[in-house]
């Protein structure tokens, strides 16, 4: 296969792909991956988080806790919402109702 697309490839007068290339490539890609599913469940972390404490801080009659509140106090960096190609956790702890001030 990999001949293949180097004939391909020869034609449109391009270099060829050796499999070095082709492992870098996939290895590039799988951590890409890998990094992009981290910010997405830190991400989702932070609102499940974020739901139970707001629904205690209603409970209470305070004012709801807002993500960037939340990222100030942690120190969390962007989330994959804000910035899908940015590294970050947009996080804090992920327990109980930690996320108040």
């Known amino acids: 296969m990999l001949s293949a697309h180097n004939a391909r490839r020869r ?18 890609d799988m951590r890409e991956q890998q990094q992009r599913r981290e910010r997405y469940l830190a991400d989702r972390e932070l ?6 404490t707001n629904a205690k801080r209603r409970a209470r009659g305070e004012p709801e806790r807002t993500r960037e509140q939340a990222r100030e106090e942690f120190g969390g960096g ?4 804000e910035a899908p190609g940015v590294e970050g956790s947009g996080g804090g702890p992920a ?3 930690t996320a108040e001030g």
């Not at 034609?11 to 590039?28: H, K, P």
């Open 11 to 28: 034609a449109r007068g391009e270099a060829e792909v050796s499999v070095s290339d082709l492992e870098l490539r996939v290895a590039n």
């Open 95 to 97: 327990g109980g109702d």
């Open 47 to 52: 609102d499940q988080l974020l739901e139970v």
């Open 78 to 81: 962007t989330t994959a919402r």
